[in-house]
């Protein structure tokens, strides 16, 4: 079965500072991994997605990840942290749902970023 | 751009009560998604569809039931409610083909409290 872990359900950084959030995936196939973030009362938007091409994807608002396949890894990162980067990021993997054969997302726990001005 | 809408985003019901959660999307998308979401517990599946009329139970189905009678419209029902269905619910569709293939899109959630 697949799942991901996310290391840290809080995040705080400087505005400006590096932003690093992690993700680890366990999974019996090739992975299709993804970030997702939620803005306070909102539903979830895609930032990126991983479906085995190129190992580092570029995503939306300056966010990228890298898959790394020897840590088993799919960590987010961000050059410099925004004020308007305060919000709840999910990592997620697609799995395959034995019963319907068809496939899911399975997400992890989240990590809530704190942006400090 | 893909449209899921959820037709309240707030809801207050008593103890009991039927409860009709109603999703649309605009994308002719095969698939279609019901999660709650609760602090620390990030998102659990409760039921999806994978065509219209049919449904499949995900990870926590106990309490509800769902309806997709037509492919854009997927209905989460909760028979009687009870206070620990308390909770955000997010609908989400997804495709089988093109370059989107398997991302989920997802409806602005409904905030239900049941009292």
């Known amino acids: 079965a697949q799942s991901v872990t996310q290391l840290g359900s809080h995040v705080s950084v400087s505005e400006g500072a590096l932003v690093l959030l992690r993700c680890n995936y366990s999974s019996s196939v090739p992975p299709y991994l993804f970030w997702y973030v939620q803005y306070p009362n909102q539903g979830l938007q895609l930032l990126l997605k991983y479906t085995s091409a190129a190992t580092l994807v570029k995503g939306i608002n300056g966010f990228e990840a890298e898959f790394k396949k020897s840590e088993t890894s799919f960590h987010l990162t961000k050059p410099s942290a925004h004020m308007s980067d305060a919000a709840e990021y999910f990592c997620?993997?697609?799995?395959?749902?034995?019963?319907?054969?068809?496939?899911?997302?399975?997400f992890g726990k989240g990590t809530k970023l704190s942006v400090i001005p | 751009d893909v449209k899921v809408t959820q037709s309240s985003r707030y809801l207050v019901k008593r103890t009991g009560e039927k409860v009709f959660l109603e999703c649309v999307q605009d994308?002719?998308?095969?698939?279609m998604f019901w999660y709650r979401q609760d602090p620390g517990l990030g998102l659990r599946l409760i039921y999806f569809?994978?065509?219209?009329?049919?449904?499949e139970k995900g990870d926590i189905p106990e309490g509800y039931s769902v309806s997709r009678e037509k492919k854009e419209r997927f209905s989460l029902i909760l028979e009687s409610a009870s206070t620990n269905q308390t909770s955000m619910y997010l609908c989400?569709?997804?495709?089988?083909?093109?370059?989107?293939?398997?991302?989920?899109?997802f409806g602005p959630g409904t905030r239900l409290t049941v009292l």
């Open positions: 569809s994978y065509d219209v009329k049919m449904k």
């Open positions: 997620a993997v697609r799995t395959l749902y034995s019963g319907a054969g068809s496939y899911q997302l399975t």
């Open positions: 989400a569709s997804s495709s089988n083909h093109g370059h989107s293939i398997d991302t989920q899109y």
């Open positions: 994308m002719d998308h095969e698939n």
